[in-house]
């Protein structure tokens, strides 16, 4: 009888292993592509030529995916009916941060503001390549990322979380192209960081943090500008935001801009910078005597 028993007991076992899904361990060098459900056969294999699939996992993406986590945050029209962008990401070592590279089909969004919302998405220690079959905004990319890093980890990213990267997509976007890139990725990286050590409790001390910020920057945000980022950071403030993780992603390139400034060949850029510019303005000088 206990034989019995124990063999059913077993017997059962081997099923329940047998029918519960293996939770992901993603190691590095584990690569996954996320494909536009809507290319084409043909745009699919020239997109995995491209990111040289050999060894990587495949998914799609969905328009309807890419709608519930841009809707409301970019018009329908602007999202569109189909699925295009396509992204590959690897698994770094520990340390490495995030890595972005963007194809010349991408026209919209760089690689910073990439790098910044998939911070606050929680991914770390990734590389990732955005591209599409023709030129597209790449708006509808971030949504197939963070559904590949969560296929390949097993992580979960929380629904609010994939929203709120996805409005600091669009918002940083906006206002990388009115005060450029690299200050906006300078400026969100530290209001990150400043939010981490001291989570304000009003809209007006998170005002505060943001013009500091942006003045420590020498950039004079307007007011509209100042509202926007208040009003992103106040939703990413009461979203499921893994601020530690967030924190500690961002102050690494924050620290390697400032090592790099402070390099010789840091150095030598900024002084190359400098030679330029006295020489254009002996250049000018010189066309008023």
């Known amino acids: 009888m206990f034989k019995k ?56 993406v969905t328009n309807s995916e890419e709608h519930k986590y841009l809707g409301g945050i970019i018009s329908s029209e602007k999202i569109g009916n189909i699925a295009i962008s396509s992204a590959k990401l690897t698994i770094l070592n520990d340390g490495k941060g995030v890595d972005v590279d963007v194809s010349d089909n991408i026209t919209y969004i760089t690689e910073e503001i990439y790098r910044n919302a998939l911070i606050t998405a929680g991914i770390k220690d990734a590389s990732v390549k955005v591209t599409a079959p023709f030129k597209v905004t790449g708006t509808g990319a971030l949504t197939g990322i963070m559904k590949a890093y969560e296929t390949l980890t097993g992580e979960s990213i929380p629904d609010d979380v994939k929203k709120i990267a996805n409005e600091e997509l669009v918002i940083t976007t906006e206002l990388s192209q009115q005060i450029g890139d690299i200050d906006t990725s300078k400026i969100v990286n530290d209001i990150k960081i400043a939010f981490s050590e001291n989570m304000p409790e009003t809209e007006e001390e998170a005002r505060t943090i943001i013009i500091n910020i942006s003045n420590n920057y020498n950039v004079n945000l307007t007011d509209g500008q100042v509202e926007q980022l208040v009003g992103l950071f106040m939703k990413m403030k009461n979203a499921n935001v893994d601020w530690d993780k967030v924190a500690k992603t961002a102050q690494k390139y924050s620290q390697d801009a400032a090592e790099y400034l402070s390099s010789e060949d840091g150095q030598s850029f900024l ?13 000018i000088s010189n066309l008023f005597k």
């Open 5 to 60: 028993l124990t063999q059913i007991i077993i017997l059962s076992l081997v099923i329940l292993m047998m029918t519960t899904p293996a939770l992901a361990d993603a190691i590095v060098g584990d690569e996954i592509i996320s494909l536009g459900a809507d290319l084409t056969a043909e745009q699919k294999n020239s997109i995995l030529n491209e990111l040289d699939a050999r060894n990587a996992e495949i998914i799609e």
């Open 271 to 283: 002084q190359s910078i400098k030679i330029f510019f006295n020489q254009l303005v002996d250049w």
